[in-house]
DNA sequence: GTCTATAACTCGATAGAC
DNA sequence: GTCTATCGAGTTATAGAC
């Protein structure tokens, strides 16, 4: 078997268990286990657990490249773009990764930092100078998006909240792109 | 010292230690430290971790008794009304209650199970007669309501995202009530 | 390239002394 | 009421054999 190979197998093993139980709950020696090896290999490739998890926080897609189209959307469809990205995007080959990454995030004061600047502050930050205006409400209304698409995230993909988990893409997109418009272009109070 | 008083401490021990790091990061040990007692006493008067837990999760109010004023506000003001107790009920002394609950649901594929049926459940399920309409509604309406009380409650009380997270309450409120009350009350497409 | 062996801890849980 | 002592299992991580 070559070495390639087996990284490779190691480090889609430790996504899924990543995924599946967040960094705490992830044993390197399951995800030895999972990967047909032994664990000392594990930490031979890439060292500690710890640095285990951020190889396997790469994300399959550049964030730029995907979010470029949505950009480049007419102001009115902005919300509808990006969030039928967003959620294209949750269930494409990144999900486990977002998934671990969430989890990971939400489960531990640490989490932040082990996470930081991760998949929302990534999409946050290019959509940044679209939202601004005189006012200066950027933040607002990126904080107020990233409060309605981490909850989407959250009841889909976390909590397997019904009907909203099954629904596909589109209707999700009309029930909710109207609220990310009003946050990030229509006038708040 | 009475066995109550030490009760209620390591209770109280546990909560914060559960709300700052999850159900998975936290050691019996840790607990019993922090209340300054030794590890074995906690077994003694909780049985196992689970079960510890579970004697953690023990709301200080009782949901039916707070929601009781917001289903009897008018129909129009049926969001603001929610909204203000969830944020103001996030701010109290249930908070580290929720964090805890949070932190579990969302850090382990058995989170929900430990948890089923907590917070959210609970609000929903005395919210459903209220927004159910001819079209039987009520399940999407519920999911869309959860999904952004649940973004917001991380965004707020997990990641701190500025200033969502340092915002006073009647600023969120005149925020994210709308969508709520489109959510709950208005035509969905 | 991969595994054996093991060090060095930490964990949950229990039995029983004081 | 509270703690000592300890069991047994599981953890990360490393050194070194094959």
Redesign the interface.
Known sequence: MSAAQTRQRILDAARQAFA???F??TSVRSVASAAGVDQALVHRYFGTKRELFLATLELPVDPARVLAPVLAAPRQHLAEAFLRTLLELWDSDAEPVILAA????????DG?SLVKGFVLDLALSHLRPVVDDPVGSA??RL??V???????L???K??G????ASMPVEQVV???A??LQ?YMTEP??
Chains 1, 2 share one sequence.
């Open positions: 599946r139980s967040g705490e709950a969430v989890r990971t995030l939400t489960s531990t004061p932040p933040p607002t904080a107020l990233a409060s309605q698409t981490a909850g989407l959250v009841a889909r976390v909590l909240i019904e009907p909203l009309a029930l909710v109207p609220t009003r708040l109070p």
